[in-house]
C-alpha cells in the first residue's frame, strides 16, 4: 500500500512510523523544515518539504498511485482540502483531523460527498471516549469491548497485596470461564501458558463476558467501584466533551477552570455539571470543592506538568483515582512512576484510531493496546477461510505470540478451549503480540 501522510506532528510520525515499519510505502508532507528533517533522519520513508494541498506537489509524489492519505496538520482547513483533492487523483481512502466545533458539528459539512473525508476524526472526542470506558470500570487501567458489548478486555494492574501474586494461571479458578490473553511484565509482553506465574506489577489483560466480568475480577482480587462523582482540572474540549458524556449517565461533574469567560461558555453549554472559577493547583480549593471523595479526579489542561503536578495531590489529598491528560510521549512512562493512576493521551489515541481504520477492510474491529505492544482483531470467518473453519483451536497451528481469546456466535459469547471448533460465521477475537501484526493477517488469508 502506498500512503500518504500530511503533517509530521506527533500524529503523522505515529502512522508513518508504524505503517513504514509493517512495509508499506510512506511518504510524509510536512512544510516545516525542522520536522521535516526530524523524520528523514528517523524513518524509513520519504519525506517531503512542503504544503500538503499544493497539487503540483501531490502530482511529484504521484499521489495518483496512492491508496491512503491522512491529513493531520493542526489546520483543519488544509486536512479537508488536502482530502478534496485526493478524491480528484483517485485515492481510495482518506482521512482528516477536524477539530473546530464549528465544523466538528456541521453535519451537512461534514457528510458532502464533495469533501470526499472517508474518516473524520477528533483527538479531543477520541480522548473524551476513553476516559469514559475507564470510568466505567475504574479499577481497570483500559477497557474495550467486541462482539456488540458483549465480550469485554480489561487491563488490570496486579498490586503487592493482590491473592493472586505468586500463583500460575492454571491454578486460578472461578465459576465463569475467562482468559489471561496476555502479561505485559516491564517492556516485556508475554503471551502466557497455564504455567506462567502471575506477579507483582504484572498488567495482565482479560477477556471474558461482559455480564461475567464483574464476578471474574472478583477472582482476580479486584472489586468493582462505582463512580459516582467526577472532577476535572480545565475546562479544555477534552472536559467538555467528556462531561457530556457523565451527565447522560447521569454522574456528579465538577469542573476548575481557571478562566472567567470561558466559565461561562461551559455553563451555558452544559446542563448539569458544576463550573467552579478558580486555580486548581490551590490545595485549598481542591479540598473544599471536596476532593478528598471524589472517585475520580482528571487533569485535562493544556499544561502537561500541570497535569501531573495537581493529579499528584489530588492522589495525596485522597481520590480514589487519577487520571492525567500528557501530549508529550516522553512523559508517559513517568506517570505510573510517580503515582497517578492512568495517562491518556490524545495525540497517540487518535493515531491508534487512524491506524484501526486503515487496516479496517477485513477486520471489524482493531485496537491497539499499551502503545503498540499488542492489537486486538474482531473479524467474522467464511467459508473461504479453510484454513480456520471445521476444525478444533488447538489443531490450528496458531503462531506462538497469536490466540484466540474470544467468539461470538448466535448471540452467544463464548470464551473457548483448544476444543471448540470454529464455524463460518463466527466473530472471534484474535490477541496477537505486535511482532506477529502481519502474521495474523497471512495467517487468516
Given at each position: 500500500m502506498k500512503a500518504i501522510i500530511i503533517g509530521a506532528g506527533k500524529i503523522g510520525f505515529n502512522i508513518a512510523q508504524t505503517l513504514s515499519q509493517e512495509g508499506h510505502d510512506v511518504y510524509v508532507v510536512e512544510k516545516d523544515e525542522d520536522r521535516q528533517q526530524v523524520v528523514a533522519e528517523n524513518l524509513d520513508v520519504q519525506a517531503v518539504l512542503g504544503n500538503g494541498?499544493?497539487?503540483?506537489?501531490?502530482?511529484?509524489?504521484?499521489?495518483?498511485?496512492?491508496?491512503l492519505l491522512v491529513a493531520v496538520t493542526e489546520s483543519d482547513e488544509l486536512n479537508l482540502l488536502a482530502c478534496m483533492l485526493a478524491g480528484q487523483y483517485g485515492v481510495e481512502k482518506t482521512?482528516?483531523?477536524?477539530?473546530?466545533?464549528?465544523?466538528?458539528?456541521?453535519?451537512?459539512?461534514?457528510?458532502?460527498?464533495?469533501l470526499n473525508v472517508d474518516l473524520v476524526i477528533n483527538p479531543e472526542r477520541v480522548a473524551a471516549a476513553e476516559i469514559a470506558k475507564i470510568i466505567t470500570v475504574p479499577e481497570a487501567v483500559d477497557v474495550n469491548y467486541y462482539a456488540e458489548g458483549k465480550i469485554m478486555l480489561l487491563e488490570l494492574l496486579i498490586e503487592h497485596d493482590n491473592p493472586v501474586v505468586g500463583k500460575a494461571l492454571k491454578d486460578i479458578h472461578g465459576e465463569y470461564h475467562f482468559l489471561v490473553a496476555a502479561i505485559l511484565r516491564g517492556d516485556d509482553l508475554i503471551i502466557p501458558r497455564g504455567d506462567d506465574l502471575i506477579l507483582e506489577e504484572d498488567r495482565v489483560f482479560i477477556i471474558g463476558r461482559t455480564d461475567q466480568m464483574r464476578e471474574i475480577e472478583k477472582?482476580?482480587?479486584?472489586?468493582?467501584r462505582t463512580v459516582h462523582s467526577v472532577m476535572m482540572l480545565g475546562g479544555s474540549r477534552v472536559a467538555f466533551y467528556l462531561a457530556q458524556l457523565l451527565e447522560k449517565r447521569g454522574l456528579e461533574v465538577k469542573i476548575i477552570e481557571k478562566d472567567y469567560k470561558h466559565c461561562k461558555v461551559l455553563a451555558g453549554?452544559?446542563?448539569?455539571?458544576?463550573?467552579?472559577?478558580?486555580?486548581?493547583?490551590?490545595?485549598?480549593?481542591?479540598?473544599?470543592?471536596?476532593v478528598q471523595d471524589t472517585d475520580m479526579f482528571i487533569a485535562l489542561t493544556e499544561d502537561d506538568r500541570l497535569n501531573i503536578l495537581v493529579s499528584l495531590m489530588a492522589k495525596r489529598l485522597g481520590a480514589k483515582k487519577t487520571i492525567a491528560q500528557v501530549r508529550r510521549s516522553d512523559y508517559l512512562p513517568l506517570i505510573e512512576a510517580v503515582g497517578i493512576d492512568i495517562a491518556i493521551s490524545p495525540r497517540l489515541l487518535t493515531a491508534e484510531a487512524v491506524?484501526?481504520?486503515?487496516?479496517?477492510?477485513?477486520?471489524?474491529s482493531i485496537n491497539v493496546l499499551e502503545q503498540g505492544s499488542a492489537e486486538v482483531y474482531e473479524i467474522i470467518l467464511t467459508e473461504q477461510m479453510k484454513r480456520m473453519i471445521h476444525q478444533p483451536i488447538r489443531t490450528l497451528g496458531l503462531p506462538k505470540g497469536i490466540l484466540i481469546g474470544a467468539l461470538f456466535r448466535n448471540n452467544d459469547a463464548i470464551i473457548p478451549s483448544g476444543n471448540d471448533i470454529l464455524e463460518p460465521g463466527d466473530r472471534i477475537i484474535i490477541f496477537a503480540a505486535a511482532s506477529m501484526v502481519r502474521k495474523v493477517e497471512h495467517f487468516l488469508r
Open positions: 494541498a499544493d497539487s503540483a506537489l501531490l502530482e511529484s509524489i504521484d499521489i495518483e498511485d496512492a491508496d482521512v482528516a483531523r477536524v477539530r473546530k466545533p464549528e465544523y466538528d458539528h456541521n453535519n451537512k459539512l461534514m457528510q458532502n460527498p464533495a477472582y482476580l482480587g479486584f472489586q468493582r453549554e452544559l446542563d448539569e455539571a458544576i463550573i467552579l472559577n478558580g486555580d486548581g493547583s490551590d490545595i485549598d480549593l481542591l479540598q473544599d470543592e471536596g491506524l484501526r481504520f486503515v487496516r479496517n477492510s477485513e477486520f471489524l
